[in-house]
């Protein structure tokens, strides 16, 4: 089980690095801050950690509450309420939560 958890663990983290930085076009980026469609650019955005979620812990409800607080984490750091280091941190604790919640869920 320790393996499964750590390989999860890890699969969550570079789910988020590769939704965060190479599928994040510079477009989306500049879309998502600022245009008349940027609420639509960060949820799509956020939609697509969700999916990560989704595909890496096999909950859909997980990956909806990732793309809840995504959006939301991602909108206090538009506004400026939070930094960039503070962005990432609350995201990778998400995934933590995610990752606790699903071997919750799977233990018996």
């Known amino acids: 089980m320790t ?3 750590l ?3 890890l699969l969550l983290c570079a789910g ?3 939704a965060d930085y190479p599928l994040q076009s510079d477009f989306l980026v500049k879309a998502k801050v600022e245009g008349p469609l940027r609420a639509y650019h960060l949820v799509a ?3 697509i950690h969700g ?12 990956g909806l509450a990732e793309w809840v607080l995504h959006v939301l984490i991602d909108e206090a750091k538009i506004r400026g ?3 960039f280091a503070q962005d990432q941190a609350l995201h990778l604790l998400c995934k933590l939560g995610w990752l606790a ?3 919750a869920l799977t233990t018996p």
Request: net charge neutral; proline share 0%; no cysteine.
């Open 3 to 5: 393996n499964e958890i």
């Open 7 to 9: 390989t999860m663990g």
């Open 16 to 18: 988020h690095w590769l």
């Open 45 to 47: 955005h956020a939609g």
């Open 51 to 62: 999916a990560v979620v989704l595909l890496v812990t096999g909950s859909a409800l997980l």
């Open 81 to 83: 309420k939070i930094s």
């Open 101 to 103: 919640a699903s071997v």
